[in-house]
Every structure is written in C-alpha cells, then in structure tokens.
T-cell receptor, first 116, second 112 residues
C-alpha cells in the first residue's frame, strides 16, 4: 500500500515551546492531507484538512492560531503546535489521499507529543 | 458523512472467523463503506471498502446488505495480531469532501 511517514514519532517538550510535526507521502503525491488527534482510549478526532498551496480548513472548535498547518508541496504537510501546554499532549496522526486508488486514505504512524 | 453504529467490543477465538457488524442506516447513495483498524499506539490501517457489492481482498471480506443500511467485516481466520480497534466509516470518495470521520469503533480481542 501507499506509505505515509510522520516525524518525529514521539517528542517531549517544555510548556510554552512550539513543536513541528511532519507528514510525508513517500510514494505518491497528495494534494490533500488530514490531521487528527487522539487522546488515550478515545477515537480519532479530525482537526483540519490541509490543501497543497492553500490555507488549511479547520474543524469547528480547533484553534487555527494554535495549530498551524502548512502544505507547501505535494508530498509534505506540517503541523506546528504553538506555545504548547500540557493539555496539548496527545497522539497526532496525519493521513493522505492516494489519488488514482479510488480514494483510499492512508495514515502515518502517528506522533506522540508530551508537554511537560 | 453518515454516522455508523458499532458494538464497543467483541471477542473471537484464534483461528475462527471474526464477524464485525456495522449499522449505517442513513447512508447516502454516493457514500462508500470503509473499514480501518488501529492497533494500539499506531496509525489506522486501511482494510477494505465497498459501495454496494461484496468485496474481498487478502485481509478481509466486506458484506454489504442489499439496502446498504448495514455491513459486516469478516476476518476469515483471526490471529492474535488482529486484536485492534476496528472502525467502520461511510464517506464520499473522491473530491474535496473525502475526509474520514471516525466513530468509536469495535475493540476486537482475539483470544488464544
């Protein structure tokens, strides 16, 4: 199947710092990528839709100034958690649509953020 | 996207078939049924999807009722590594509105 890679897979940071998570489609071009977050024992919650070359579309209740999304190329989207606080600690997962594969959505391995 | 309803958990004996049900009674005519699974602390893994015909691949079979209001994912010979949360999702494929909205899923525990 198509491969989506995230980096870093885990990160620990101090409160007030910013953290950038990268999502790459390794063997296909993705005009659209999605960012999710997942708290322990809960389902995935869609945060935003990232479109190459344009602004991201955020789901209701997600602060766009807090979670900055950039999709500068067809293979890379980044999520920056700005001024992170302990409540931002979560599992962040990206996904990308593999065009030409009847709309299958492939997911990265996830990035676990812990804010101290 | 239409909502789906799944049982919160199921058990299955190793080597037996696991049948995971999903209700999607408000599905629209252009919405597909997708199944993903998530093993602990990993990203979701695509399993299978279909529109109205039954589908089979190397991982599983998908049985969709004629009225499309429900479906069943079948793992023919469950192994311990199939223990995961299984998500049934309906969505329009292609175009800009192809985001996946996850429900609560079914935790399948395969017992030795």
């Amino acid at each position: 199947g198509a491969v989506v890679s995230q980096h870093p897979s885990w990160v620990i940071c101090k409160s007030g710092t910013s953290v950038k998570i990268e999502c790459r489609s390794l063997d296909f071009q993705a005009t659209t990528m999605f960012w999710y977050r997942q708290f322990p024992k809960q389902s995935l919650m869609l945060m935003a839709t990232s479109n190459e070359g344009s602004k991201a579309t955020y789901e209701q209740g997600v602060e766009k100034d807090k979670f900055l999304i950039n999709h500068a190329s067809l293979t890379l989207s980044t999520l920056t958690v700005t001024s992170a606080h302990p409540e931002d600690s979560s599992f962040y997962i990206c996904s990308a649509v593999a065009g030409g594969r009847t709309g299958e959505l492939f997911f990265g391995e996830g990035s676990r953020l812990t804010v101290l | 996207d239409a909502k789906t309803t799944q049982p919160p958990s199921m058990d299955c004996a190793e080597g037996r078939a696991a049948n995971l049900p999903c209700n999607h009674s408000t599905i629209s005519g252009n919405e597909y049924v997708y199944w993903y699974r998530q093993i602990h602390s990993q990203g979701p893994q695509y399993i299978i999807h279909g529109l109205k015909n039954n589908e089979t691949n190397e991982m599983a079979s998908l049985i969709i009722t004629e009225d499309r209001k429900s479906s069943t994912l079948i793992l023919p010979h469950a192994t311990l590594r199939d223990t995961a949360v299984y998500y049934c999702i309906v969505r329009v494929t292609g175009g800009a509105t192809n985001k996946l909205i996850f429900g609560t899923g079914t935790l399948l525990a395969v017992q030795p």
